[in-house]
């Protein structure tokens, strides 16, 4: 009803300003901000498994050194400033005066423990080690400088610390990742306090009015796990959350015209690839097509890998499955990212070009075998998969599907359980010897290579090539040696097969704004009261 002209003044404007304190429409006025996420998130331990929905909610209570803004470009964290001294020590001046949410003074005593907690973390499906390995020794002139020094020379240790988040000292040794998952353990220096986490349900965050840094604008974050995509969008839709990210391919457009939200999107970071086991000698989920183990592995010769990424139609998954929403992939990142490569692009696919090889490769009547995949962790993963098991069949791989919820597929992933799986990769460092090292790179837990491999592929000229890169103080020569690892990694050997790199989208409540982020982080502490 609307209200009576009679109405005195104050009392209209009394209601109205009821009306938005309660509005779910109005969230400036509430000082609330509830988010629906896409993925559960497997644990709030920041040094357990590196994966994108975990490190998306530690960052709102954890802090890096080095941090990344949404082109990926590097910014100071709770490091001030950063030089080389020489070509194997690092200085990092930590910024005064920043408090962890229980009030003690934040020093480089709690770095050097996290860097040693990190490696040690038992049962980690992705290990952050990844980007502490070339990290020799670590020491403190004073409370707020840091020495760090590298086995051989390591230009990307500014980048490598993005990965790495930080705990106070005090509770770093004997942390376990269920202490933190229970809230005891989940103090940080980050813009907001950890207040409550449902396994699988949701976060609630409140605002650290301690902060060092710009003060976010809400006082209470809601993160809800709502993994369902026409779910989230009903929700938003609704004003049930005032914002949502991984909206679905298929309701970008009809969102884009409804004058009650708005879409921010931006061209991601995430590889979309299928991984191979490429290591056993016989794999667990490959067969003949008569349902019989066979002798060999036939994800082991590099002629039925490229058999495979030649079966694929990247256009027709980028074009239909994701609706537009997705660029196909030749390579690790997309072209305009450091260390790429200008002579991979997108293979067209060649179906009579797969099956030749496949015949070369001692299969002419093909084999069969299992393809993994999530079904809530990537956008259309399901799709995309359904779509690829049709394709492999036409060039004569008897091809099944089983989806799982990603919580389970990382378990069993990490397990090295599958013969052949899609996956997606974020390069945390906004460069390409992150994918080559993580997922390429042959595992080695001394060197921290290999520690998302879960193919297990293998080639110590490869992995020579990688390491020397990683060393080249120059970057033009650097990111040109990566260049070439990737034409080895991915034209030559087929390590892994990319398929396309996601274009990531979040849906806002008209009156907010966030800018996409390549990395496709969803930060409370960046959205913000809009147009």
């Known amino acids: 009803m609307k209200p009576s002209n009679v109405l005195p003044g104050w009392l209209t404007a009394a209601a109205l300003a009821l009306t938005l304190a309660l509005s779910p429409a109005a969230p400036a006025a509430a000082q609330e901000l509830v988010v629906g996420l896409s993925t559960p998130v497997t644990s709030l331990d920041p040094h357990f498994h590196n994966l994108t929905p975990n490190n998306n909610v530690a960052d709102h209570v954890f802090e890096k050194l080095v941090t990344k803004d949404a082109k990926e470009q590097l910014r100071p964290g709770l490091a001030e400033s950063w030089k080389a001294l020489d070509e194997l020590t690092w200085e990092f ?24 907690r990190i490696p040690t973390v038992p049962n980690s499906p992705a290990s952050f080690a990844t980007y502490t390995r070339p990290i020799e020794s670590v020491t403190a002139p004073n409370p707020l400088t840091l020495r760090i020094k590298t086995v051989r020379p390591h230009p990307l240790l500014p980048n490598d610390l993005v990965a790495v988040r930080i705990v106070p000292a005090r509770l ?51 993160l809800r796990m709502i993994p369902n995509g026409p779910a989230r969008v009903a929700a938003l839709l609704a004003g049930d959350v005032q914002m949502i990210e991984a909206v679905p391919t ?63 139609d990247r256009f027709a998954i980028a074009d239909r499955i994701m609706e537009k929403q997705a660029q196909p992939a030749g390579q690790l990142l997309p072209e305009f990212f450091p260390g790429t490569s200008k002579r991979l692009t997108p293979p067209r696919q060649d179906l009579e070009a797969a099956r030749k090889l496949l015949a070369e490769a001692g299969y002419p009547n093909g084999f069969a075998v299992t393809l993994h995949a999530p079904n809530n962790r990537y956008i259309n993963d399901e799709k995309t998969a359904q779509a690829i098991t049709g394709m492999l ?93 990737s034409d080895k990694a991915i034209g030559e050997l087929q390590a892994i097969i990319p398929v396309h790199y996601e274009v990531s989208s979040w849906g806002l409540r008209r009156g907010l704004a966030y800018t996409g982020r390549a990395d496709q982080y969803t930060y409370a502490f960046e959205v913000r009261p809009g147009k």
């Open 93 to 116: 001046r930590l910024r005064k005066g920043v408090k962890w949410h229980d009030g003690s003074d934040f020093t480089a005593a709690d770095v050097i423990e996290s860097i040693k």
């Open 393 to 485: 069949n036409r060039a004569g791989i008897e091809t099944r599907l089983e989806a799982m919820p990603s919580t389970v597929f990382f378990s069993r992933a990490g397990k090295l359980e599958f013969s052949f799986f899609l996956a997606g990769w974020g390069a945390e460092t906004g460069e390409t010897s992150s994918p080559l090292r993580a997922l390429i790179g042959s595992f080695n837990a001394q060197t921290g290579m290999g520690q998302a491999n879960r193919g297990r592929f293998s080639d110590p000229g490869l992995d020579a090539i990688i390491l020397t890169a990683m060393t080249h103080i120059d970057d033009g020569k650097r990111n040109l040696m990566l260049a070439a690892a």
């Open 250 to 312: 298929a309701d970008i457009a009809r969102l884009e015209k409804d004058p009650k939200v708005a879409v921010a999107s931006a061209v991601s970071n995430r590889l979309i690839y299928l991984h191979m086991d490429s290591d056993r000698n016989v794999s667990p989920f490959v067969t003949g097509k008569d349902g019989k183990p066979l002798d060999r592995n036939p994800f082991r010769d590099v002629r039925v890998r490229k058999a495979v990424s030649l079966a694929i």
């Open 172 to 222: 770093a040794a004997g942390a376990k990742t269920e202490e933190f998952n229970s809230g005891k353990l989940m103090v940080g220096t980050g813009p907001y306090k950890f207040k409550e986490y449902v396994a699988g349900d949701r976060v609630v965050l409140e605002r650290n009015d301690a902060y060092w840094g710009a003060k976010p604008h809400w006082k209470t974050v809601r």
